[in-house]
């Protein structure tokens, strides 16, 4: 996995620290895009947050409510991780599975052992990069457990 992006290595300035994330966010996804299955990805872009990319926005921030989302750290540190894990999705470490949510299918892509996950929404020609964030709660790791594990029963018995 990609080193850690600190707030510390910018010596603790948050404006010079959220540009720097930016920057890795610009080149993995902006300036290049990865490709899944003949399909290109591409971002929400509108509603702009911080003059930003809504997915940028979304990727770094948590919060259920999308107009009151805080900064995140743990996401924030861990920017370089989605385009890593997409580009290496068939990985024997990550484990990757599609679900069903409100009449969409994405797929998720996640590292148990830095609990992390990345998740695509599947639309017609493109794939949308959903969200991507640090699991921190022990119980939600777990859940994604089962859920990784229930897809994969269900595809043997296919």
């Not at 990609?2 to 540009?19: H, K, M, R, W």
């Not at 872009?45 to 107009?67: A, C, L, N, Q």
């Not at 580009?87 to 609990?115: C, F, G, Y």
Request: without cysteine.
């Amino acid at each position: 996995m990609p080193a850690l992006v600190l707030l510390d290595d910018f010596g603790g300035d948050f404006t010079q620290y959220i540009e720097a994330v930016y920057a890795i966010f610009k080149r993995d996804f902006v300036d290049s895009k990865p490709s899944w299955d003949g399909k290109r990805f591409a971002l929400k872009k509108y509603p702009m947050g911080f003059g930003k990319e809504h997915t940028f926005y979304h990727i770094t921030h948590e919060g259920h409510d999308e107009e009151e989302r805080t900064p995140d750290l743990r996401r924030m540190e861990r920017i370089a991780y989605p385009r890593f894990m997409i580009d290496k999705a068939n990985h024997p470490t990550l484990k990757v599975w599609l679900k069903r949510i409100n009449n969409s299918d994405r797929i998720h892509i996640m590292n148990q052992e830095e609990r992390f996950l990345v998740v695509l929404e599947v639309r017609k020609d493109i794939f949308l990069l959903w969200t991507a964030f640090y699991i921190e709660y022990d119980h939600t790791l777990q859940k994604k457990l089962k859920e990784y594990e229930e897809y994969i029963k269900s595809k043997d018995r296919t």
